[in-house]
T-cell receptor
Framework: DAGVIQSPRHEVTEMGQEVTLRCKPISGHNSLFWYRQTMMRGLELLIYFNNNVPIDDSGMPEDRFSAKMPNASFSTLKIQPSEPRDSAVYFC????????????FGPGTRLTVL | AQTVTQSQPEMSVQEAETVTLSCTYDTSESNYYLFWYKQPPSRQMILVIRQEAYKQQNATENRFSVNFQKAAKSFSLKISDSQLGDTAMYFCAFRGTASKLTFGTGTRLQVTL
């Protein structure tokens, strides 16, 4: 079975540019999570969706960040405009529905904003 | 808010030996889940083991086992017969009624020959 798929794996962009990160959750999972990992703050939740609906976006740093989940098999995290402090590894994770408590992580996207 | 503390930033163990990584957490909830994730240099977050708080029996997965002490809010990971491939960052994580995972700061484990 394919795991969580993220693209791109690496992204280098210049300050002010728009960045879009993509995630395909494991088929059949109905919860999707976006995390960010930095040296300073460790792993922190940005937002999560349940059945394509955003449930908790309290971790989204500011209005420059937005996330969507138009269907059960696709989600995007967009940063516009990007800033150097957004440089981090962004992980997407998905979790099964009933009876599922384990989150399965994608390989991450390493974002560098120059 | 829940907090997860890993007090050992780095540890080293020789191949074939046993090592224990510490984790403590703070919560007022009674039903929750605890996890250990491994992050090798590839960056992939890999689930090592999980524990439901309502289960008294400690979880075991092959060479990996936990010592779950609910009253002490402690959740340590024991790795037996350490292998070079166990070299990684290990994160302890908590999940309560909220769906999100709260992570500790991680322990970097180095397995040496």
């Amino acid at each position: 079975d394919a795991g969580v798929i993220q693209s791109p794996r690496h992204e280098v962009t210049e300050m002010g540019q728009e960045v879009t990160l993509r995630c395909k959750p494991i088929s059949g999972h109905n919860s999707l999570f976006w995390y960010r990992q930095t040296m300073m703050r460790g792993l922190e939740l940005l937002i999560y969706f349940n059945n394509n609906v955003p449930i908790d976006d309290s971790g989204m740093p500011e209005d420059r960040f937005s996330a969507k989940m138009p269907n059960a098999s696709f989600s995007t995290l967009k940063i516009q405009p990007s800033e150097p402090r957004d440089s981090a590894v962004y992980f997407c994770a998905s979790r099964p529905g009933q009876g599922g408590d384990t989150q399965y992580f994608g390989p991450g996207t390493r974002l560098t904003v120059l | 808010a829940q907090t997860v503390t890993q007090s050992q930033p780095e540890m080293s163990v020789q191949e074939a030996e046993t090592v224990t990584l510490s984790c403590t957490y703070d919560t007022s909830e009674s039903n929750y889940y605890l996890f250990w994730y491994k992050q090798p240099p590839s960056r992939q977050m890999i689930l090592v083991i999980r524990q439901e708080a309502y289960k008294q029996q400690n979880a075991t997965e092959n060479r990996f086992s936990v010592n779950f002490q609910k009253a002490a809010k402690s959740f340590s990971l024991k790795i037996s017969d350490s292998q070079l491939g166990d070299t990684a960052m290990y994160f302890c994580a908590f999940r309560g009624t909220a769906s999100k995972l709260t992570f500790g700061t991680g322990t970097r484990l180095q397995v040496t020959l």
